[in-house]
């Protein structure tokens, strides 16, 4: 092993939801294959087994170190028993490097915890941005990228945005879309056939997730939503697995009237992503699905303002649509051939983990 592979104090990663998961496999397995010493911290974030213990199973992660399980609650309360314990976590393991990944409240916590007490922080998919501050997403990705030591960015733009907020061009890394090595790593797994079997579901389909503050909080706001994915389901069915975050405003504005809407209970990995990969379309308002579906070839119908992954319209199958727009503009994907899977961003080949594991050793090498 060369110096720049060597160190005493572990490499931790610090997960929470699952978007986490599914991005830290493959540095994982990367930085293992260099021999880093590493240890995981779930920090219960996602609390339900469906939406976090499986995803350990499914995509070979190690056992967690520790589940800090803190649960739900508001921002400040949920923050607040993140830093508590992260910082106890932090002073046992005396960790040479922590490494956040995404925008959720476990990576702002770590990386405030970590900046404090003077142990360097990668951000694992640093640089991205929406310019909407009204998300608490943006808040915990900005704040994440000034406090952290390497930014590990998945597109080429948000090198640019880091430029722009001062962080120093030294600490920025190209490296690709960890997200991506993944999907394409249990390519061979994804058996829509096998899931519309087990749920009952039609051939063909649209698939649904809603989960963002803005589209399911309010009842409504929410009541608009449905209304308008009822709409869609009259063109075709629509399955949608249904997040923890905004299930009861979601079925208490009859989500479930429609007989052509098939509510799901959330989904592992695997089978979540083989539903995508069957869908004629997604609607959706997550971040990482509109990575997903751009590789994947299916149309993905975005209902949000903004995004933070531009990427995926100038090089994906990604549109950001209106409540107002949705219908038509299913009805146009839902009549246009697939679009296929050949626009793919750059870097985004499987070999993400590979070139962070790279960055990380070299940093710690040179420290």
């Known amino acids: 092993m060369n110096r720049r592979e060597k160190h005493v104090a572990p490499i931790v990663h610090v997960l929470g939801a699952r978007p986490n998961f599914v991005k830290a496999a493959p540095v994982l397995d990367a930085l293992a294959a260099r021999g880093a010493e590493q240890a995981v911290i779930h920090t219960g974030q996602h609390y339900d087994e469906r939406m976090s213990e ?29 830093l508590t314990g992260l910082e106890a976590e932090f002073t046992s393991r005396s960790p040479e490097l922590v490494i956040v990944y995404g925008d959720v409240n476990s990576t702002i916590a770590a990386a405030l915890v970590a900046a404090k007490m003077r142990i360097p922080v990668a951000h694992v998919e640093a640089g991205l941005r929406s310019f909407d501050m009204t998300m608490p997403e943006e808040v915990n990705r900005r704040l994440t990228d000034q406090l952290s030591d390497l930014c590990l960015v998945t597109s080429p733009e948000a090198v640019g945005h880091l430029a722009n907020e001062g962080v120093p061009v030294a600490r920025a890394h190209l490296v690709g879309n960890p997200m991506i090595d993944t999907l394409l790593r249990n390519l061979g797994s994804f058996d829509t056939g096998a899931v519309r079997a087990a749920h009952g579901l039609p051939e063909r389909y649209v698939l649904a997730t809603l989960h963002r503050p803005a589209n399911v909080d309010a009842p409504d706001t929410a009541a608009a939503l449905v209304g308008h994915l009822h709409g869609v389901a009259d063109l075709a069915d629509v399955v949608i697995p249904v997040h923890p975050r905004g299930r009861a405003t979601l079925l208490a504005a009859g989500l479930d009237d429609h007989p052509r809407v098939h509510v799901l209970d959330p989904l592992g990995y695997i089978d979540f992503i083989a539903a995508v990969r069957g869908a004629a379309a997604v609607v959706t308002d997550s971040g990482g699905l509109q990575e997903e579906t751009t590789v994947l070839g299916v149309p993905c119908l975005t209902v949000r303002p903004n995004t933070e992954r531009p990427i995926t319209i100038t090089h994906g199958t990604n549109r950001l649509v209106a409540f107002e727009e949705l219908v038509p503009e299913a009805r146009k994907a839902l009549k246009s051939p697939p679009p296929g899977a050949d626009l793919r961003p750059p870097l985004w080949d499987g070999q993400a983990g590979p070139r962070i594991a790279e960055v990380i050793m070299e940093f710690l090498g040179e420290r």
Not at 58 to 78: K, Y
């Open 54 to 82: 499986i995803f350990f199973t499914e995509l070979g992660l190690p056992e967690p170190d520790v589940n800090l399980g803190v649960g739900s609650g508001s921002h400040a309360a949920q923050t607040a028993a993140l």
